[in-house]
Structure formats: C-alpha cells, structure tokens
C-alpha cells in the first residue's frame, strides 16, 4: 500500500453519504481482491444490491445509532464456506486502504478501530476454542 | 471480546440499548437486562446509550462476575428487540448501591 490518497475533499463527518461511499467503494476493493473475491462471489452468487444495502445499514446502525441494522452477524459469517482466520486481516486492510482514501484521518481512524474490534469479536466467536491457544500461535 | 451489563441495570432497565444494538444480542429478566457474549460484535454503541451506565467492556478490570451472569442468563431469558417503557419508578433505583445482592431476580421477562 501506497501513502494514503487525501484530497481536499476527503469526507469529515459520518453521514449516511459518507457510509454509503465507503461502503460501495469498499466492496468493488473485495471483489476485486484475489483472497477475498472468491469467497465472497461464492456467498453472494447473484445481485450484490441487497448486501450492499445491508452492509449501509450496519455501519449506520454501528457509526450514528440509527437501528437500520438488524442481524446476526455471528451466524452468517459461520455459514460462509471457505472463510479462515487470516482472510480478516485481509479485510482490515482493504478496509483501511478505502477509508484513507476517502476519510479525513481521524474520521479514517474511528472507522478503522471500529472495524477492527468488530472483526476481533468475529474471529473470537467464530474461532476460539476452549483447549487452544489463542491469539492463534501463542504459546 | 464483549459488552457486559452490570448490576446497575437491576431495577431500572430503561432499554435504550436494545433500540441501537445492531444484532439483537439482549435478553430480559424480569427487572434487568445481559447481553449474549456470543452474539455482541464488540462494537460499542449501546455503552453510551445507557442512561444507568450499567454497559461496560468486558476489558476493564473486575467484570468477571458480571460476564458469567451474562453468559448464564442469556440463554434462559427471552430476546429483548424492541424497546418498552421502562418501570415508572426507575430514576429512584439509578445509582442505588448493592442492587444485585438485594434485587436481583433469576426469573424471566416478557421479551418481544
């Protein structure tokens, strides 16, 4: 990754606009992605509209409290075929790569460290076992 | 990693945290309010909506205890989606010490 690209009309407050940008230009960075694209072409097979607008409304129920969200991000990531542990920091990159370019940098910040507890909490609950080491390695 | 409601939720339950929580992660007893550890995706917008401040991240030191009665009940209290009114007499039990050991209830709310 390159420096981040910040133009002087680089985003600096959360509005619906703001998401809906990250949001879209994000999901063009994933499936173009050679990790990423594949597995999320094999979970979404048809018109990406309707995850598009999911994924709007969770950073608005995540970033301004609007309750436009409802879901159980826990279980659908469960049923994806394919997805491993590493496939995360994939996506925090990527996820970070967009928000530089399109955020002013504290605003970047707030969506990346939001991002990244969130996906912390999804590798937890979708790979933690009792009887090993976890952060994965450790010990 | 997780948000734990703590005893400060016990006779109050004002409920603004079920509005905003994006994934429905709430279970209700009958005069408070836990968050399933398994369901909560860490990421914060119910802590400050709490007008008891009984939400806290499971990070900071001591919650321990607050994190097993979360884990424990919310598998036996029904899903809290929808916010109702809270008890009439709720600002009276905001802040009042030692709820849990005086108040706490074990039996099960309405739910949705």
């Not at chain 1, 542990?85 to 990527?94: K, N, P, Q, S």
Request: with cysteine.
């Amino acid at each position: 990754m390159g420096p981040a690209i910040q133009s002087s009309a680089a985003i600096d407050r959360v509005s619906e606009e703001a998401i809906r940008r990250l949001v879209d230009e994000f999901y063009v960075k994933v499936r173009a992605d050679a990790v990423l694209g594949p597995i999320f072409a094999r979970a979404i097979p048809g018109d990406w509209g309707p995850h598009l607008a999911t994924m709007r409304n969770f950073w608005s129920s995540v970033m301004l409290t609007s309750g436009r969200y409802k879901g159980n991000p826990v279980a659908v990531h469960g049923r994806v075929a394919g997805i491993e542990i590493d496939m995360f920091d994939r996506w925090l990159a990527l996820f970070e790569e967009t928000c530089n370019e399109l955020l002013e940098p504290n605003l970047a910040e707030t969506f990346r460290a939001k991002a990244l507890r969130i996906a912390e909490s999804l590798k937890l609950s979708l790979f933690y076992r009792p009887d090993r080491p976890w952060p994965r390695g450790a010990a | 990693m997780t948000f734990v409601v703590n005893d400060k939720c016990i006779k109050c339950k004002y409920m603004d945290c079920v509005e905003v929580c994006p994934v429905d992660c709430f279970y209700e007893g009958e005069n408070m309010l836990v968050i399933h550890p398994d369901e909560c995706i860490d990421c914060g917008v119910c802590e400050p909506e709490c007008p008891a401040d009984a939400i806290k991240p499971d990070t900071e030191p001591g919650l321990e205890k607050w994190l097993k009665l979360n884990a424990e009940y919310a598998t036996r209290w029904p899903n809290i989606t929808v916010k109702r009114d809270a008890p009439p007499d709720a600002k009276d039990w905001d802040g009042v010490p030692e709820k849990f050991q005086k108040f706490f209830s074990p039996e099960p709310g309405q739910g949705d």
